[in-house]
C-alpha cells in the first residue's frame, strides 16, 4: 500500500501486522506469526518470536516471562518470571533459585551475570545464593550485619557451650560408673589367673544401690540405641537435598534447613561468622573447620589420654576415648558430605565463555568451580576421605581383625545358647513331649513356669561365662563392649554395615549428576539393598531397636520415592505450562508428605 502522498514505490508500507525485511519485503513483523487465512497473528501465550519473518513462533524458553511485549522482545531484553534467574543476558537457560522461600530472586526484571543484578539487597552470585560483603547468611536469607545478629551469636555460643558442658558433665560420670563395674569385674578375672579366691557373693556385704544411677542406667539402656538410631536418620535426612540435588518444597526446606543445623552441628549460620570474623566465610572455612578441626580434636583427646593412663589415671583415660567414639558417630555422616562436595560442580549456560559454560560449587555458588584456589581444596578433601569416609571402616575392620578371637568366640557361644535354648523350646512344647519328657505335662503351671525361669537364668549364667572368656582373649576389650553393647554378637560387624551405608549414601551419590533421574534411582537402589539387609539381620539386642531402625530406613526410602514424583512434576510443568497449576499443589501435597514421613520414625 502507498502512504498518503506518496508518489513512488519506495513510499509503499506494509499493512498491519506486518513490517518490511532487509529486502523490501513485507514479513510478519516480530511477536507474530503467519497463519492459515495469509494474515500475521500474534504469538500464542507461552510462544515467542523476537525476529522478523515468515517462521513460526517458538516456545518461550522454561522461566522467561514471555507475555504481554516479551512475545517480541530480543533475548537480551526478555524478563525473567519471579525468583528466576540467568547468568548471562545472552543465555537461553534460565534457573529457579533454592531459596525462592525467601524470594532472594524477586520481581520480573533481567539479570545479568553474578554481581547480583536482580537478586534480593545482600544477595549476589549464582541464582542470588551468596551474599555481598558486610552480611551473612542466615537460614537462606542475608542479613546485614548488626548489633542484633552479633547478640544472636553471642546467645547461640553461650547456649551450645552450656548445652555440651551438662551433656559431658552426665556422659563421664556415667562412664566413670560403668568403668567402675567394668573394673572390679576384671580384677575378680586377674584374681581368678592367679589362683586367688574371690571373696563370694554371700560373704559379700551387699550395697544399698544408688536409686538415682539404676533410674538413669535402665533409662540409658532403653534409649541408648534408640536415640542413636533417630538421631542417624535425621543426620542423613537433612542432608538428602545437598547429596541428591533436591529442591523441596518450601515448608519442608524450611524444617530440614533447621534439622541439619542440629544434627550435623552447622552453627555458622545462626552464629553469623561473616560478621564476626571480618571476611566472608565459604565452604572451604566450612571444610577446614569440621575437618582439620575435627581431626586435631581427636588427636589432642588421644594425646591426653595416652598422659593419662601413662599417669594411672585409667579411668579418665577410658572415658576420653568413649568420647572420642562419640564424636567421631557425630560427625562422620557431616564430614562424609562435605569432603565428597568438594567434587560436584553446577554448571550454567554461559555463551560468552569458555565450552558455553561456567561451573560452580554446587556446595557454595560462590566458589568457582575452575577457580585455582578451589583445586587446592580438592586435593586437601582427598586426604581427608582417606582419613574419614575411608579411614572410619577400615579402622573400625582393623579392630575387629585384632579382636577376632574373641568376637568370634562370642558369636559361637550365642549360637549354641540360641540352638540349646529352642531344643529345650521344642522339648517342652513340640512334637517331642511325648516321647522326650512325659513328665513335663503333669507338671502344674506353676512348676512349669519355674521350670522355665531356672532354664532362663541357667541359660543367662552360662552366656556370662562365656561372655567372659571372649573377653579375656580381647586385645582391646574396652572398644569391643561399647560396640558390641547394642548388637547381637552375631552381627558384631554391623557398625561396619552402618559405615559403608552412610558413605554410599551421603558420599558415592556425587559420582552421578546431581538431581538427575540416575542419582536419585541411585539413592532408591542403596537405600533399598540397606532396608532389606537391616530386616534380614535384625541386628539390635532389642527387638524395639530393630522395629525403629527399619521405620528410619523405610522414610529414607519413602522419602527419595517422593523426590522422584516430584521432579517427575515439575519437568513436566517445564513444557507444558498449562500443568503448573497441577504441579504447584502436588508440590504441597508432597512436602506436607515429607514432614510427616520425617516425624513418622
Known sequence: TLAPGAQTEDACVCPVGYAPDQSGNCVCD??????????????????RKSDRGNAPCERCFPGFDCSGDGTALALEELPLKENWWRLSNSSTEAYECRQAVNATCPGSIARDG????????????????????????????????????????????????????????????????????????AKAVSKRRKGKKAKSNAEATPKKPNRLVALYSSVEKALRVKVKVLF????????????????????????????????????????????????????????????????????????????????????????????RHLLIFLMYPTITTTTFTAFVPLTFDDPGAANNRTR????????????????????????MILVWPLGVPLHT??????????VI????????????????????????????????????????????VGEASYLRERREISAKRAMEAMRDPLWIQ?????????????????????????????????GSSQNLAFGVLVTS?????????????????????????????????????????????????????????????VGSALIAIAAAP
Open 30 to 47: 516480530a511477536g507474530t506469526s503467519p497463519a492459515s487465512d495469509g494474515s500475521c497473528k500474534p504469538c500464542a501465550p507461552g510462544f
Open 397 to 406: 575392620l582393623w579392630m575387629f581383625f585384632r579382636n577376632r578371637r574373641g
Open 232 to 323: 542417624s536418620f535425621l543426620q542423613v535426612l537433612s542432608i538428602f537435598g545437598l547429596c541428591f540435588g533436591i529442591d523441596w518444597p518450601d515448608e519442608y526446606e524450611v524444617v530440614m534447613r533447621d534439622v541439619n543445623a542440629i544434627t550435623n552441628l552447622n552453627p555458622i549460620g545462626p552464629i553469623a561468622a561473616s560478621c564476626a570474623l571480618g571476611f566472608q566465610w565459604n565452604w572451604h572455612h566450612t571444610l577446614l573447620l569440621k575437618t582439620a578441626g575435627m581431626t586435631g580434636g581427636l588427636l589432642t583427646l588421644w594425646i591426653i589420654g595416652a598422659g593419662l593412663r601413662r599417669g594411672g589415671a585409667t579411668k579418665i583415660a577410658d572415658v576420653l576415648v568413649h568420647v
Open 529 to 589: 539393598t540397606f532396608l532389606c539387609l537391616t530386616v534380614r539381620l535384625s541386628p539390635y539386642v532389642l527387638v524395639s531397636d530393630d522395629l525403629l531402625a527399619i521405620a528410619a530406613q523405610a522414610a529414607l526410602l519413602l522419602t527419595l520415592c517422593l523426590a522422584i514424583m516430584l521432579k517427575s512434576a515439575r519437568d513436566l510443568a517445564a513444557y507444558r505450562p498449562e500443568a503448573l497449576a497441577e504441579a504447584e499443589g502436588f508440590q504441597s501435597r
Open 482 to 514: 561399647s560396640r558390641l553393647k547394642q548388637y547381637e554378637p552375631r552381627v558384631f560387624y554391623f557398625d561396619f554395615i552402618e559405615c559403608v551405608r552412610k558413605v554410599s549414601l551421603v558420599g558415592l551419590a556425587v559420582f552421578f549428576e546431581k
Open 360 to 383: 560452580f560449587l554446587a556446595a557454595d555458588l560462590s566458589i568457582g568451580y575452575d577457580d585455582p584456589v578451589h583445586s587446592y581444596y580438592q586435593i586437601y578433601a582427598v586426604v
Open 114 to 185: 553474578i554481581e547480583g543484578l536482580g537478586c534480593r539487597p545482600g544477595h549476589v552470585g549464582p541464582l542470588c545464593a551468596a551474599c555481598d560483603v558486610g552480611w551473612s547468611l542466615y537460614n537462606g536469607q542475608c542479613e546485614r550485619c548488626g548489633p542484633d545478629t552479633s547478640r544472636r551469636s553471642a546467645a547461640v555460643l553461650a547456649v551450645g557451650i552450656i548445652v555440651i558442658l551438662v551433656v559431658a558433665v552426665v556422659f563421664v560420670a556415667y562412664k566413670l560408673g560403668s568403668l567402675m563395674k567394668l573394673y572390679k569385674a
Open 409 to 452: 568366640a562370642l558369636a559361637n557361644a550365642q549360637a549354641r545358647q540360641e540352638h540349646e535354648s529352642e531344643v529345650r523350646r521344642l522339648k517342652r512344647h513340640g512334637t517331642m513331649n511325648a516321647a522326650l519328657m512325659p513328665s513335663f505335662q503333669s507338671m502344674s503351671r506353676s512348676k512349669k513356669r519355674a521350670s522355665e
